[in-house]
C-alpha cells in the first residue's frame, strides 16, 4: 500500500487539443467528466469519419480548449468548451465559422463530434507519479513537461518511481472519497504512443523520450483506470493505492 496526496488534476475537453488544470474534478462513468467530450473529425476522402488527432496532425496542440467556469462553482461542465486559437482568439465551439477557422490552421478539412468517451481506451482516467516524472528526468537527463502524457490525475506519493509499472487487474486507487480500479479492458500501466515526444505545444520533437520509454521502461508511464467509486476529487486530497 502507498499513501500521498493529489497534486494535480487536468481535463482535456477536446480529444488532442490543450486542456485545463483544474482545482475540482467530477469522477463518474465517463472518467473525468467532460475530458475528451469533443473531437475533430478529419474529413479527408481517405480519412472520412476518423478523429484527427497529434499523431496526424502536432500543430492540434497550437489551439486550447477549457469550459466556461460554472456559476455554481461545480465541476460538471456547464455549457460546449470554448477554443482558442494559436493567437487567444477565442471561439464558441457553436461558432458555424469555427470548421472553417480549424481547416485553415490544420490544412485539413473538418468536422466537429461531440460524444462522451473519445479517450484512446474509453471512458478511463490516466493516473501519474511524481516519483517517475523525476526518475524519467533523472535517467534522461533533462526536465520533462507533464503535459506531454496528458494525465487526468497526478500523485505524489511514497511508492518508488516506475512502480505503476506494475499495477495490473485489482489495483485499486482511493482519492478524496472516489475509487478508481485497473479492471476491465485495456486497463493498467499506459502503452504511450508517439504524443509524448511532441513538447505540450506541437513545436518540436523529441523522440529520445519514447525511445527511452520503449527501451528502459516497456514504453509504459502512467495507469489507465475505471471509475468504480464516483465523486468530486479535489487538488490536496488524501490518495491510497492498494495493490
Known amino acids: 500500500m502507498y499513501g500521498g496526496t493529489v497534486e494535480g488534476l487536468y481535463r482535456w475537453p477536446i480529444k488532442s487539443l490543450r486542456g485545463e488544470r483544474l482545482p475540482a474534478v467530477l469522477l463518474d462513468a465517463r472518467g473525468v467528466a467532460g475530458d475528451r467530450a469533443y473531437a475533430l473529425i478529419d474529413e479527408r476522402p481517405t480519412h472520412t469519419g476518423k478523429r484527427l488527432t497529434v499523431r496526424q496532425s502536432p ?3 497550437a489551439w486550447e480548449a477549457a469550459y466556461p467556469a460554472p456559476c455554481d462553482g461545480s ?20 461558432d458555424p465559422d469555427l470548421p472553417a477557422a480549424l481547416t485553415e490552421s490544420y490544412g485539413v478539412p473538418l468536422s466537429l463530434r461531440a460524444a462522451d468517451g473519445q479517450q484512446d481506451r474509453g471512458p478511463t482516467v490516466l493516473v501519474t507519479f511524481e516519483a517517475s516524472l523525476r526518475g524519467l528526468e533523472e535517467e534522461l537527463g533533462a526536465e520533462i513537461e507533464l503535459d506531454r502524457f496528458r494525465p487526468n490525475i497526478h500523485l505524489v ?3 518508488p518511481a516506475f512502480a505503476e ?33 511532441w513538447d505540450p505545444y506541437g513545436r518540436e520533437r523529441w523522440p529520445e523520450l519514447q525511445k527511452h520509454l520503449i527501451a528502459a521502461h516497456e514504453n509504459k508511464f502512467g495507469v489507465i483506470l475505471r471509475v468504480t467509486g464516483p465523486g468530486i476529487v479535489r487538488i490536496g486530497e488524501t490518495a491510497v493505492v492498494r495493490r
Open 75 to 94: 465541476p460538471e461542465p456547464p455549457s460546449p468548451p470554448v477554443l482558442y486559437s494559436p493567437e487567444g482568439v477565442p471561439w464558441a465551439w457553436d
Open 59 to 61: 500543430g492540434m496542440l
Open 157 to 159: 506519493t511514497d511508492a
Open 165 to 197: 509499472e506494475t499495477f495490473t487487474e485489482g489495483t485499486v486507487i482511493t482519492v478524496g472519497g472516489s475509487v478508481l480500479e485497473v479492471t476491465g479492458d485495456q486497463a493498467g500501466p499506459c502503452i504511450r504512443c508517439a504524443v509524448p515526444s
